[in-house]
């Protein structure tokens, strides 16, 4: 009896490389509170991450079907993150609002005090992450913050290995300068 030649795709037929369960709606129940929060480190303000992740799982959905498990999903998740959190720092800048420093206190009761002091450290890391630049800033919240290996991260931001751990070490500098500067200055003041 003849053997049997496995089917292959037409020469003009691309071959699927998205695991069929792998579907925009599987990723978002996945991967959303990791976009969100890879987003508001990115720079995304507080008040649009939710639509600003819409826009993210937008884009996964659309392309999806170039996905070809080079990588892991969130590691190509986070680029598309670092895509549209960078478009949306770009329409920000460009807007005309006018941001204050320091905002009025909120009236916070008494037993609420370690929430208060957890929004007053996601803050001061806001600041923090505010002072790099996109790619340092990229490396230190995918590898100190969502504690991914550097292996990914490298992949993620689209590096060879040794430039990510380059920009880490930038990073960690210049969060720590940033700091130093920060609390001199409240002493200063306070």
């Given at each position: 009896m003849p053997k049997r030649r496995p089917i292959e795709p037409e020469a003009d037929e691309p071959a699927l490389s998205v695991p069929p369960t792998l579907t925009a709606a599987a990723l978002f129940v996945e991967y959303a509170p990791f976009a969100w929060r890879v987003l508001r480190r990115l720079g995304v303000a507080e008040g649009d991450a939710d639509d600003v992740c819409q826009e993210v799982f937008v884009a996964v959905h659309r392309r999806l079907p170039e996905f070809e498990g080079r990588s892991s999903p969130r590691t190509w998740l986070y680029g598309i993150c670092l895509r549209v959190a960078s478009d949306y720092r770009k329409r920000t800048r460009a807007m005309r609002e006018v941001a204050h420093?320091?905002?009025?206190?909120?009236?916070?009761?008494?037993?609420?005090?370690?929430?208060?002091?957890?929004?007053?450290?996601?803050?001061?890391?806001?600041?923090?992450?505010?002072?790099?630049?996109?790619?340092?800033?990229?490396?230190?919240?995918?590898?100190?913050?969502?504690?991914?290996p550097m292996s990914e991260v490298a992949t993620a931001v689209g590096c060879p290995l040794q430039t990510a751990y380059s920009r880490l070490h930038a990073a960690r500098r210049a969060v720590d300068v940033a700091l130093r500067r920060l609390h001199a200055s409240e002493a200063f003041h306070g």
């Open positions: 420093a320091n905002m009025p206190d909120r009236a916070v009761d008494a037993h609420q005090e370690d929430d208060l002091a957890l929004r007053e450290a996601r803050a001061l890391l806001d600041r923090l992450l505010d002072t790099l630049d996109d790619d340092q800033r990229a490396v230190f919240v995918l590898y100190e913050l969502e504690e991914l």
